[in-house]
């Protein structure tokens, strides 16, 4: 069972980056699924979620609009598209079940840094 999270890198202000998440071990097409993000000196708190066939997502109000999350069930990857990255956007992100009870183990994570 495992999450491994790539993609993440040092972007300026107004930049792009998109995030993948491979998911190997379990039924991926089974779980709603989240990206979560964690600064330093914070909790961790989800940034978008979105259902098993992925005809539906939510997002944190402070990514709306800027954030598209997606999924290829067939790939068994989830993906974060973050556009207009701000600084305040930078953290470590991570992908995970959307429900706290059927979490998988967490990941590494992919670090993401916006430049000002």
């Known amino acids: 069972v495992q999450l491994v999270e790539s993609g993440g890198g040092l972007v300026q202000h107004g930049g792009s980056l998109r995030l993948s998440c491979a998911a190997s071990?379990?039924?991926?097409?089974?779980?709603?699924m989240s990206w979560y993000r964690q600064a330093a000196g914070k909790e961790r708190g989800m940034v978008a979620t979105i259902n098993s066939n992925g005809s539906n997502t939510n997002y944190a109000s402070s990514v709306k609009g800027r954030f598209t999350i997606s999924r290829d069930n067939a790939k068994n990857t989830v993906y974060l598209q973050m556009n207009s990255l701000r600084p305040e956007d930078t953290a470590v992100y991570y992908c995970?079940?959307?429900?706290?009870?059927?979490?998988?183990?967490w990941g590494q994570g992919t670090q993401v840094t916006v430049s000002s």
């Open positions: 995970n079940s959307a429900a706290p009870r059927f979490w998988i183990s």
């Open positions: 071990g379990f039924t991926f097409s089974s779980y709603r």
